[in-house]
C-alpha cells in the first residue's frame, strides 16, 4: 500500500496535484488521435495512476502511443493535464528500467543531445534500427524519398556548449 | 526588423527546405535574421521531465535579447512552454542554477507570425498573386499548443488569413489542428500512419490542389510518406505539400531554388507552373 502510495504521490509530483480532481469525464479519450489503438485508454489511465496501480499504468502501451499533441490538455474541464501524467509515467518507467522499443526510442534521443547537444536524425534512425530491427523496411520507404532531394545528413554537429547541456540534462532531472 | 532565428535541428537534414525557405522570404521582406548562437536541440517530444525540457530551451533563450524566431512548431512551442514556467520564481532559479548565460525574459515568435505581419503592410511585396489556387491549411497541432500563443489552440484561423492575404483560397479543412503522428513515427509506425493517412485522405476529399503545412515533422508524415501510405492503402493521393513559407515565396516571386522546391518529395512543381498559367492567362 505504502509503495502505491509513493507511486501516485510521484504522478502527482511531476503531473500536478490538479490531477486529483479528475472526474472521468472522458475527455481527454475523446480526443486522442491514437485513441483508437489505446488499452488502457488515456482516461483510464489517470485513473490507475490515482489508484496507485504502478505496474498497470507503467507497462502498457497506451504511454507510447502519446504523440504529445496536447489535445487532451486543451479541452479538459478540469484543467488537468493529462499529456504531462504520461511524460510523468515514461520518467517513471525510465526509473523502473521498464524496456521496449518506445523506451529505447527516447533513451537515444536523450543521448544525442547529451552527447552532441543537437539531434542528427539519420544516425538516430540508424542507432534505433538496430534495437528495432523491424523499422528496417519504414526507414528504406523514408530513405528513398529523402536521399535524392540530398535531406539525409550522416554527419554529426556537435555544439560547444556540450558540457552545459549535460549538466541541464543531469541535474535537472532531479527535480 | 532584426530577430535571432533559431532553426532547429531538422533544419540540418529532413526539414531543409523549411530552412532555406524560411530564410529566402525573410531576406525578401527586409526581415534581418541573426542565427542563435550555438543553439542545442529543444528535445522536441522526447524529454518527459518538464524541468530538464524547460532547461534545455532556456538555454537557447538566453543566448540573446532579441526575440527568437523560429519556423519549427514543435521548437516554438517548446520555447513557449519554457518562458511560461520560468515566470515561476522557483523554476526559474532552479534552471538559472544550473545555466551558463542566466535567463532574464525572451520573447519567442513563430515564423507564420512575424511574416503576416510584414506582409499585411506591405501587399505590394506579392508580385505572384496565388489566386484560384485551392489550399488546405493544415497547423498541425503544436504550433497553437499550449494555449496563449499565436493563435486559439482548436480553431485557429492565422493560417487562412495568410493564404488570403496571397490571393488564394482557403478551404475548410476539418482536421487543420488534428495531431499528423509524425512524433511517434519511429517506434509506432502504424499509430502514426494511421492518422497521417486520414489527414491526406481529407485534403483530398476537399479538393485541395496543395497542403500547406508549417511543422516540419507535419511534411515529413505528409509528403515524405505519401508514396508509401498510398501503396499500403492502395489510394492515389497526389497533392503537394509545402511548408508555408515556400508558399509564400512563390508569391513573393522567389524562384524554386531560392525556396528549396524541388526537395519536397510530391514535386509541387505542377502547381507552381498552373500559378503562372493563371497568373498569364489573366494577364
Known sequence: ?175 | MKLAYYPGCVSRSTGKEMDVSTRAVCAALGIALQELEDWNCCGATHVPNELVSIGLAARNMAQTDLPIMTSCSICYSNLRSASLAMEDPEVRAKVNAVLTKKYSGAKIRHALDVILEVLEKNDELIKVPLKDLKVAPYYGCLLTRPKGGIDQPEFPTILEKLIKTLAAEPLDFRLKTFCCGGPIFMPQEKAADDIAFLILKEAKKAGAEVIVTVCPLCHLMLDAKQKALEQKHKEKIGIPVMYVTQLVGIALGLGPDELGLQMNAVSPMPVVEKIYERLTKEA
Not at chain 1, 2 to 26: D, H, M, P, S, Y
Not at chain 1, 87 to 107: I, P, R, S
Not at chain 1, 165 to 171: A, Y
Request: overall charge positive.
Open chain 1, 1 to 175: 500500500m505504502a509503495a502505491n502510495e509513493n507511486f501516485k504521490g510521484e504522478v502527482l509530483r511531476l503531473a500536478g496535484q490538479e490531477v486529483l480532481t479528475c472526474i472521468q469525464c472522458g475527455t481527454c479519450s475523446a480526443s486522442c488521435p491514437t485513441a483508437h489503438l489505446m488499452n488502457p485508454s488515456i482516461r483510464r489511465l489517470v485513473k490507475l495512476c490515482l489508484e496507485g496501480k504502478k505496474e498497470e499504468a507503467l507497462r502498457n502501451e497506451t504511454i507510447w502511443l502519446c504523440t504529445s499533441c496536447q489535445l487532451c490538455t486543451v479541452r479538459c474541464p478540469r484543467g488537468i493535464r493529462p499529456k504531462a501524467v504520461v511524460a510523468a509515467l515514461k520518467e517513471l518507467a525510465e526509473q523502473e528500467k521498464v524496456k521496449g522499443k518506445d523506451q529505447a526510442y527516447e533513451e537515444l534521443f536523450q543521448k544525442q543531445i547529451k552527447d552532441f547537444g543537437r539531434i542528427a536524425e539519420t544516425p538516430l534512425s540508424g542507432e534505433f534500427l538496430l534495437v528495432f530491427p523491424q523499422g528496417a523496411l519504414q526507414s528504406l520507404e523514408m530513405g528513398l524519398e529523402l536521399v535524392p532531394k540530398g535531406k539525409i545528413n550522416l554527419g554529426v554537429e556537435k555544439i560547444k556548449g556540450r558540457e552545459e547541456v549535460k549538466r541541464i540534462m543531469e541535474e535537472l532531472c532531479k527535480g
